[in-house]
């Protein structure tokens, strides 16, 4: 349903020989084409959620690290070849570029299951095989940004140019690190621009990696510069940076809120994927066991930690204590530990602090009045494990059915007519994604046209074909990542005109 690939599926990297990756990565920042140590010297740790240890240290880029990547960048695109080269060969080196991560596929996940704690099954046929396609699905668009005649009234000719916005200043999350580093650089690289990228401080190594492919591949110095750190200052330096022309960033709304107004001071375009608070409607169905099997995984995909996860699970009255009941069977058959393990199903959470939150939430479903069906503990005593959490009687004032937990916790509310689903559906600041599963065509149609949310999944959950745009309303962000909607935030759009002399024969 992920829309994944079946291909790379070998067994790697026993769990025991999973740090032995760590010799690929390097440790340092990504700045002109060379990796380079950070000015102040410093360094941070990475940290393995399945045993809270630090395995590995990374420098720490800092403002002035960041001033030192937009120059590169900004000579890049000024001076250097990339912007000026034609479409058709910036687009091999962004196929080259695909080709190096599917040569180090198997690395490629392990260093990401190491880093995020999801499956190394997950990260091989979902993180790194659709972040192979993605580049490969912008690579072709490279030659196709194509411009307009205009017809205009009087003796001129009209056109527009489409080019590249210029420096580009990207930040992506933990939750997804290779795959949403492709969803900001695949489109900037093939309309022509320069990229400073600051990857999630809890996952920054398959970023330097794919960084070190990408010279590798021939992408000219400075196009592609990567900067691990933090954000209150390197995150916080990029986005104010006078000489980036554009920002793009996925992750919470509260960091959304301060990178526009930080991108308001130069009026720079920026465009923001931020949290979720999804709401699924189960309709009245024939087939309960394939609703629950679909809205468990539109919740427990990744550990619950999706933006798009199916947090809001309105089941229609009818089937409502069938469906809890199934739910919580469900949750508690899933299998959680080591995701080296072949078996295993749920990692680890992301961190400590996340862990925590996540527990937070929990608790505060008890103390509300939630019905607890499975799980509400962490799993064993060491690593950041949470069980498989499953509230029904939740109620929409809730905590647990307003803020965005992103974790393994499927939060189940009743409801019984069409207008009172939709009205309790639409009353979420959040508008990112929804679902819908139901054998009525009819009220399908009324509720796809109705709920407001980026994107309205039918029968199925967490589908993301390159080619579809991806994006929020309300508090879920502006701008679309993902098809051809993507391009037009790395373009501008030029208007020529031109004089005629004399009779023309078509005026």
């Known amino acids: 349903?992920?829309?994944?690939?079946?291909?790379?599926?070998?067994?790697?990297?026993?769990?025991?020989?999973?740090?032995?990756?760590?010799?690929?990565?390097?440790?340092?920042?990504?700045?002109?084409?060379?990796?380079?140590?950070?000015?102040?010297?410093?360094?941070f740790a990475v940290y393995d959620p399945r045993t809270e240890e630090e395995i590995f240290r990374i420098a720490e880029a800092d403002a002035a690290d960041v001033d030192d990547a937009v120059a590169a960048a900004r000579e890049?695109?000024?001076?250097?070849?990339?912007?000026?080269?034609?479409?058709?060969?910036?687009?091999?080196?962004?196929?080259?570029?695909?080709?190096?991560?599917?040569?180090?596929?198997d690395m490629l996940a392990t260093v990401e299951s190491l880093d995020n704690g999801k499956p190394l099954?997950?990260?091989?046929?979902?993180?790194?095989?659709?972040?192979?396609?993605?580049?490969?699905?912008?690579?072709?668009?490279?030659?196709?940004?194509?411009?307009?005649?205009?017809?205009?009234?009087?003796?001129?000719?009209?056109?527009?140019?489409?080019?590249?916005?210029g420096v580009v200043g990207q930040i992506v999350p933990w939750n997804f690190p290779a795959l949403m580093m492709a969803w900001k650089i695949a489109p900037a690289l093939a309309c022509g621009n320069a990229i400073v990228l600051k990857p999630a401080e809890q996952t920054p190594m398959s970023a330097l990696i794919i960084g070190k492919l990408a010279l590798e591949a021939g992408l000219p110095p400075g196009v592609l510069n990567i900067l691990p750190g933090f954000g209150p200052t390197a995150g916080a330096r990029l986005t104010s940076h006078p000489a980036v022309d554009k920002v793009a960033f996925t992750g919470s709304t509260e960091v959304g809120r301060i990178i526009m107004k930080s991108c308001a001071e130069h009026i720079k375009d920026v465009t923001l994927e931020l949290g979720g608070k999804s709401a699924m409607i189960i309709g009245p169905t024939?087939?309960?066991?394939?609703?629950?099997?679909?809205?468990?995984?539109?919740?427990?995909?990744?550990?619950?930690?999706?933006?798009?996860?199916?947090?809001?699970?309105?089941?229609?009255?009818?089937?409502?204590?069938?469906?809890?009941?199934?739910?919580?069977e469900y949750a508690r058959k899933r299998k959680v530990g080591d995701p080296f393990e072949a078996e295993t199903e749920q990692g680890p959470q992301i961190d400590n602090e996340q862990?925590?939150?996540?527990?937070?939430?929990?608790?505060?479903?008890?103390?509300?009045?939630?019905?607890?069906?499975?799980?509400?503990?962490?799993?064993g005593k060491k690593g950041f494990y949470i069980q498989p959490t499953v509230f029904a009687d939740v109620k929409d004032e809730m905590k647990i059915a307003r803020e965005e937990i992103f974790g393994p916790v499927q939060s189940i509310l009743k409801w019984s007519t069409t207008e009172e689903v939709l009205r309790r559906a639409n009353a979420s600041e959040y508008g990112l994604a929804a679902g819908i599963v139901c054998d009525d065509i009819h009220l399908v149609n009324t509720l796809s046209r109705g709920l407001r949310a980026g994107t309205i999944w039918v029968n199925t959950y967490h589908v993301y074909d390159?080619?579809?745009?991806?994006?929020?309303?309300?508090?879920?962000g502006v701008g679309r990542d993902k098809g051809s909607a993507a391009l037009a935030h790395?373009?501008?759009?030029?208007?020529?005109?031109?004089?005629?002399?004399g009779e023309q024969a078509w005026l």
Not at 82 to 104: C, H, Q, T, V
Request: hydrophobic letters at 40%; one cysteine or more.
């Open 1 to 43: 349903m992920f829309g994944l690939s079946d291909a790379h599926h070998t067994e790697i990297g026993a769990k025991k020989d999973a740090l032995e990756v760590l010799k690929h990565v390097p440790n340092q920042l990504l700045i002109n084409g060379k990796f380079v140590d950070a000015k102040s010297g410093k360094t």
């Open 76 to 105: 890049a695109f000024d001076h250097g070849p990339w912007p000026r080269m034609s479409g058709r060969a910036r687009g091999r080196i962004i196929y080259k570029l695909a080709d190096l991560i599917e040569r180090d596929l």
């Open 121 to 165: 099954s997950v990260a091989k046929a979902a993180d790194i095989t659709l972040t192979i396609d993605h580049l490969r699905y912008f690579a072709g668009w490279a030659d196709k940004l194509e411009g307009k005649t205009i017809p205009t009234d009087g003796n001129h000719f009209a056109y527009t140019l489409v080019e590249p916005k």
């Open 286 to 328: 024939k087939d309960i066991d394939n609703a629950v099997d679909i809205a468990h995984f539109a919740l427990f995909f990744n550990q619950g930690q999706v933006c798009t996860a199916a947090s809001r699970l309105f089941v229609h009255e009818s089937v409502y204590d069938e469906f809890c009941a199934k739910a919580a």
């Open 355 to 379: 862990f925590e939150k996540i527990l937070g939430y929990i608790e505060s479903g008890k103390e509300q009045g939630a019905r607890l069906l499975t799980g509400g503990a962490r799993v």
């Open 466 to 476: 390159h080619g579809v745009p991806f994006g929020g309303y309300k508090m879920s």
């Open 490 to 501: 790395y373009t501008n759009t030029k208007a020529v005109v031109h004089k005629l002399e």
